[in-house]
């Protein structure tokens, strides 16, 4: 069973939209990674959270983790065709090392 | 800049031949970790190496292997390809494996099994 659901899987927007990509666990997240991974190519991490309620933000992307630290949510502002690729949330359950990954949301920004 | 690199960035390889992907990294990161990534899905954690100890995780096939030489160096060893190996092979380092030691992740080679 996925054990970190993404929604939606796929996202189609017009350029200088906003849009919001979730990352749902069922257990408790010790630390929740979003990254961003272009077609064929490794991620690139954009941003970490830890601790309920927190919030951080990058340029045009905000995260936030909500106080449960079993959801978080990724907030593109004014979306630009740079911001096309799929973006990925990881989650540490507490054993350190190991990330678990969602499948990914497929963000398709038009011009 | 410090960064994380793999090498090749795509290979092709033949049922049953083996295959070995490289990595590298400048970031002095004491673990390293190799991923694996099939269409459309998540990554999935093969293995990973703190210092010179070596994990496995419990459902990696008998058919990967891996070798860290030294801090800067990792290699993947795929025994004998089957087309299911057909995939993308992440590689990541973090500086420590702690919940907040962020893991920085090489481009990827993808690898295809004939």
């Known amino acids: 069973s996925q054990e970190l659901e993404q929604s939606p899987q796929s996202l189609i927007v017009q350029e200088g939209k906003n849009l919001t990509i979730n990352c749902t666990s069922s257990?408790?997240?010790?630390?929740l990674y979003w990254y961003k991974q272009k077609y064929g190519e490794g991620l690139i991490f954009l941003m970490m959270l830890q601790k309920g309620g927190e919030e951080k933000s990058h340029e045009k992307i905000t995260a936030k983790l909500d106080e449960k630290k079993q959801q978080s949510s990724l907030h593109i502002t004014a979306s630009q065709p740079s911001h096309a690729g799929i973006y990925l949330c990881g989650a540490d359950r507490g054993s350190n090392y190991k990330l678990t990954f969602g499948k990914g949301t497929l963000l398709t920004v038009n011009p | 800049d410090a960064m994380v690199i793999q090498n090749p960035r795509y290979q092709v390889t033949q049922f049953g031949k083996p295959v070995t992907l490289s990595c590298s990294q400048t970031?002095?990161?004491?673990?390293m970790y190799w991923y694996q990534q099939k269409s459309s899905q998540a990554p999935k954690l093969l293995f990973h190496y703190y210092d010179k100890d070596f994990n496995n995780e419990a459902d990696t096939p008998d058919n990967f292997q891996s070798r860290r030489p030294n801090t800067s160096f990792c290699f993947l060893d795929i025994r004998s390809p089957g087309l299911g190996d057909a995939a993308m092979y992440l590689c990541?380092?973090?500086?420590?494996?702690?919940?907040?030691?962020?893991?920085?992740f090489g481009p990827g080679t993808r690898l295809t099994v004939l």
């Open positions: 257990k408790t997240l010790y630390g």
């Open positions: 990541a380092t973090s500086r420590d494996a702690q919940s907040t030691d962020t893991q920085y």
């Open positions: 970031l002095n990161h004491n673990v």
